[in-house]
């Protein structure tokens, strides 16, 4: 049976799972049912991350699919960290 239910609030903690700071709202599943997810990882440099979690299986739970899931592909952002910082944002023009 499928539920919208989504599990406790910040029951994952995605920096200590996958180095992520947080993930988007908007998880795309396949027709498999693989999930991905994007999320920003300042640990690694200033880097978007895309996130697989498998699909689940008959007997699987939230818990083992989460901690299965990997990090597959790693863009880097356009900033670095120091041009974040010394980023004056009423001067700034992209």
Not at 14 to 37: C, I, Q, R, W
Not at 38 to 63: E, F
């Amino acid at each position: 049976m499928r539920t919208l239910e989504t599990g406790e609030k910040g029951k994952y903690d995605t920096m200590k799972l996958f180095g992520l700071n947080s993930l988007s709202a908007h998880p795309l599943t396949d027709e498999n049912g693989v999930t991905y997810n994007l999320g920003p990882s300042i640990k690694t440099g200033l880097r978007y991350n895309l996130l697989r979690i498998p699909p689940p299986s008959p007997n699987s739970t939230t818990d083992e699919l989460i901690k299965r899931g990997k990090i597959i592909a790693s863009v880097p952002s356009r900033y670095t960290l120091t041009n974040l910082l010394l980023i004056n944002p009423a001067t700034h023009t992209k």
